[in-house]
């Protein structure tokens, strides 16, 4: 299994870490600390020595801030986690902050009081962080004091080591371009900023350009590795030399010269001198800036010059998305069928996580070659009943809950491939569903749709379109606390910048661009509901009689949406078309693929719908 589902061993209570913090903050002379989810690299899933949050707090979101004072411990985060925070920390000593509209750099500013010194590490705070932070300090007459050590790691005896897995080549079959071409876009940007060099600090970033995978963070195939990009000369690639094997280590030594981690500050210290460096202000570690100025340099702040790159998928990546998303769809068709067979009651959140995990290892029943799971994308997120309002649920042994008749299963998960990183989630209704859940599934069903249908022109962003997912359930007093959609690497983070569909998505949607399509609904102590394909942005095609070209969606993702929760009477005539439409494509690609049995329930749960009759009044 590449999931387990063991509690937390050492569970966060009480204030005995707190206290700890606390005497160390007072040997540093600070009176506030900042403790982000974050490591060095800005990683949004973290290597377990970096899980310093989750240490601290017993909080194991994906993102989320702790400011700990003198008399006070608060921990930030976003909608997507106020209820999994809530339960997971201690709450007789932790108070809980929405991240969103009052983020610590505005808490700080408000409660931090008169002559504080609020400690940071530089290492994990960006330069547009720090920046903030020091408006609040401002604010609030206090002072900033740039911590050499990180405080969690002086009071984590236990702490993990830094992970050194092998890192392995990815194949020019699957990267569709050799690291020399990508260079190219890479001097060009050191150009554009008349810049000497450029710091990489997105793992991301490096195994997209160097054409390397690896295995350092959990389902998410990255290799721990800085960058220095160097203008008519060999980049410098600082990786753990013990990752690579000899032919590993050949194929990088051809586009790259290797050196060891703790070389990173001296070479950049060595190339600053009256030079112009590039850094991302948003990515980068503050660290850096204050190494490039004191050894006499200029930071140019400009955006990571590979995140654009990687996030427009090549044709070799699309061809491999495409194929990566339809062995999914077989797995996940088989999941399903096996998941309708069960009576209401007798399986368990984990027991479906298993299953749905087994399926996608077992391939075997494709007749076409296939390439195998190499790794979920995260951990699914398996919840029945009022499990599924936890938007980034993860069942364990002591929360798993029997899916239950009458309840709604929301299950989200994906699969890593060496062709692509699939992402979808379904809801699923266990027994006979309500009216009530047949009406606000429909709801999120038609905000799926209006995007999936949506046309739009050149220049448009994803702060543009995220209005369509979400008008439904407006209209009918209804939200959702996470963004609709965000962008998907290519056997890369499940969770990738810079696009996405949000209220703060302001990249332009670029043809090539792979994003999720994810309006959702939670009831909290009753339900969840979401639905998500993966959708690909397509050249902009012209429009019969129309004055411009539209680009559009290409929906990748093949899996039946479960009709007995849908009220077609509410749906219209597009909308129907559209759900037959996409049924018909599912049946016809994944019915030659399975068993004859998941071909019978296939076809079954993918029979054109038709339109409900409004009840009869009284």
């Given at each position: 299994?590449?999931?387990?589902?063991?509690?937390?061993?050492?569970?966060v209570?009480?204030?005995?870490?707190l206290k700890?913090?606390?005497?160390?903050?007072?040997?540093?002379?600070?009176q506030a600390?900042?403790?982000?989810?974050a490591?060095e690299q800005r990683?949004?899933?973290?290597?377990?020595n970096?899980?310093r949050?989750?240490?601290?707090?017993?909080?194991?979101?994906s993102?989320?801030?702790?400011?700990?004072?003198?008399d006070?411990?608060?921990l930030?985060?976003d909608?997507?986690?106020t209820l999994q925070?809530?339960?997971?920390i201690?709450?007789?000593?932790?108070?809980?902050?929405?991240?969103?509209?009052?983020?610590?750099?505005t808490?700080?500013?408000?409660?931090?009081?008169a002559?504080t010194q609020?400690g940071?590490d530089?290492?994990?705070?960006?330069?547009n962080e720090?920046a903030?932070?020091?408006?609040?300090a401002?604010?609030?007459?206090a002072?900033?004091?740039?911590?050499?050590?990180?405080?969690?790691?002086?009071i984590?005896v236990d702490?993990p080591a830094?992970?050194?897995e092998?890192a392995?080549?990815?194949d020019?079959?699957?990267?569709?371009?050799t690291?020399?071409?990508?260079?190219?876009?890479?001097?060009?940007?050191l150009?554009?900023?008349?810049?000497?060099?450029?710091?990489l600090?997105?793992p991301?970033?490096?195994?997209?350009?160097?054409?390397?995978r690896?295995?350092?963070?959990?389902?998410?195939p990255i290799t721990?590795?800085?960058?220095i990009?160097?203008?008519g000369e060999?980049?410098?690639?600082?990786?753990?030399?013990s990752?690579l094997?000899?032919?590993t280590?050949?194929?990088?030594?051809?586009?790259?010269?290797?050196?060891?981690?703790?070389?990173?500050?001296?070479?950049?210290?060595?190339?600053?001198p009256?030079?112009?460096?590039?850094l991302d202000?948003?990515?980068?570690?503050?660290?850096?800036?204050?190494?490039i100025?004191?050894?006499g340099?200029?930071?140019?702040?400009?955006?990571d010059?590979?995140?654009l790159?990687?996030?427009?998928?090549?044709?070799a990546?699309i061809?491999?998305a495409?194929?990566?998303?339809k062995r999914?769809?077989?797995?996940?068709?088989?999941?399903?069928?096996w998941?309708?067979?069960?009576?209401?009651?007798t399986?368990?959140e984990i027991?479906a996580?298993k299953k749905?995990?087994?399926?996608?290892?077992?391939?075997a029943?494709?007749d076409?070659?296939?390439?195998?799971?190499?790794?979920?994308?995260?951990?699914t997120?398996?919840?029945?009943?009022?499990?599924?309002?936890?938007?980034?649920?993860?069942?364990?042994q002591t929360?798993?809950r029997?899916?239950g008749?009458?309840?709604?299963?929301?299950c989200?998960?994906g699969?890593?491939?060496?062709?692509?990183?699939?992402?979808?989630t379904r809801?699923?209704?266990?027994?006979?569903p309500?009216?009530?859940?047949?009406?606000?599934f429909t709801?999120?069903?038609?905000?799926?749709?209006?995007?999936?249908?949506?046309?739009?022109?050149?220049?448009t962003?994803?702060?543009?379109l995220?209005?369509?997912?979400?008008?439904?359930l407006?209209?009918?007093?209804?939200?959702?606390?996470?963004?609709?959609?965000?962008g998907?690497?290519?056997?890369?983070s499940?969770?990738?910048?810079?696009?996405n569909?949000?209220r703060?998505?302001t990249?332009?949607?670029?043809?090539?661009?792979?994003?999720?399509?994810?309006?959702?609904?939670y009831?909290e102590?009753?339900?969840?509901?979401?639905i998500?394909?993966l959708?690909?942005?397509r050249?902009?095609?012209?429009?019969p009689?129309?004055?411009i070209?539209?680009?559009g969606?290409?929906?990748l993702?093949l899996?039946?949406?479960?009709?007995?929760?849908?009220?077609?009477s509410?749906?219209?005539d597009a909308e129907?078309?559209?759900?037959?439409?996409?049924?018909?494509?599912?049946?016809?690609?994944?019915?030659?693929?399975?068993?004859?049995e998941?071909?019978?329930?296939?076809?079954?749960a993918?029979?054109?719908?038709?339109?409900?009759?409004?009840?009869?009044s009284?």
């Amino acid at each position: 299994m590449f999931q387990n589902f063991d509690p937390p061993t050492d569970p966060v209570t009480g204030d005995d870490r707190l206290k700890k913090l606390r005497k160390h903050m007072q040997s540093q002379g600070v009176q506030a600390v900042l403790v982000p989810h974050a490591d060095e690299q800005r990683n949004e899933y973290l290597p377990a020595n970096a899980e310093r949050l989750a240490w601290l707090t017993g909080f194991t979101g994906s993102a989320g801030e702790a400011v700990v004072t003198d008399d006070r411990a608060v921990l930030f985060v976003d909608g997507r986690y106020t209820l999994q925070a809530a339960d997971q920390i201690d709450g007789e000593h932790w108070e809980i902050e929405d991240y969103v509209s009052a983020p610590s750099n505005t808490w700080l500013a408000r409660n931090a009081g008169a002559n504080t010194q609020i400690g940071l590490d530089p290492w994990f705070h960006t330069a547009n962080e720090v920046a903030r932070i020091r408006a609040a300090a401002k604010d609030a007459n206090a002072s900033i004091k740039f911590l050499t050590e990180n405080p969690v790691d002086k009071i984590w005896v236990d702490q993990p080591a830094i992970p050194a897995e092998p890192a392995h080549i990815h194949d020019s079959a699957f990267a569709g371009r050799t690291t020399r071409e990508k260079m190219i876009e890479m001097d060009a940007a050191l150009q554009k900023n008349n810049a000497k060099a450029c710091v990489l600090t997105d793992p991301s970033s490096i195994c997209w350009l160097f054409n390397i995978r690896g295995s350092d963070v959990a389902h998410t195939p990255i290799t721990l590795a800085h960058a220095i990009l160097r203008a008519g000369e060999l980049p410098l690639l600082f990786i753990d030399q013990s990752k690579l094997d000899i032919e590993t280590r050949a194929f990088l030594t051809q586009t790259a010269d290797l050196h060891a981690p703790d070389d990173l500050v001296e070479e950049l210290k060595h190339l600053s001198p009256d030079a112009r460096i590039m850094l991302d202000p948003d990515l980068a570690a503050f660290a850096f800036t204050q190494i490039i100025t004191d050894a006499g340099g200029t930071v140019v702040e400009a955006k990571d010059p590979a995140r654009l790159p990687r996030a427009v998928k090549n044709d070799a990546e699309i061809a491999g998305a495409r194929a990566a998303h339809k062995r999914d769809g077989v797995a996940f068709a088989t999941f399903l069928a096996w998941l309708d067979k069960q009576p209401p009651g007798t399986i368990d959140e984990i027991e479906a996580a298993k299953k749905l995990e087994a399926t996608r290892t077992n391939l075997a029943q494709m007749d076409t070659p296939s390439l195998p799971l190499k790794d979920i994308s995260f951990d699914t997120i398996s919840g029945s009943g009022p499990n599924g309002a936890i938007v980034h649920y993860r069942v364990t042994q002591t929360t798993n809950r029997i899916l239950g008749d009458g309840e709604l299963y929301l299950c989200d998960s994906g699969g890593q491939y060496d062709d692509g990183t699939t992402d979808i989630t379904r809801t699923i209704a266990i027994g006979e569903p309500s009216q009530e859940q047949r009406h606000t599934f429909t709801l999120v069903l038609k905000g799926h749709i209006a995007l999936s249908l949506a046309r739009f022109p050149k220049g448009t962003r994803g702060m543009d379109l995220d209005v369509l997912a979400r008008n439904a359930l407006w209209q009918n007093g209804f939200d959702y606390a996470h963004g609709t959609g965000h962008g998907v690497g290519s056997y890369l983070s499940v969770h990738e910048g810079p696009q996405n569909i949000s209220r703060r998505g302001t990249q332009e949607l670029l043809p090539g661009m792979i994003l999720s399509n994810e309006p959702g609904y939670y009831r909290e102590g009753e339900f969840g509901i979401r639905i998500e394909n993966l959708v690909l942005v397509r050249n902009a095609t012209e429009i019969p009689d129309g004055d411009i070209a539209m680009l559009g969606f290409e929906t990748l993702t093949l899996a039946p949406i479960d009709q007995r929760l849908i009220d077609t009477s509410i749906l219209t005539d597009a909308e129907l078309h559209w759900l037959n439409a996409y049924h018909g494509w599912v049946r016809r690609e994944i019915t030659p693929l399975v068993t004859e049995e998941v071909a019978l329930w296939l076809k079954q749960a993918t029979e054109p719908a038709t339109r409900d009759l409004p009840a009869a009044s009284a």
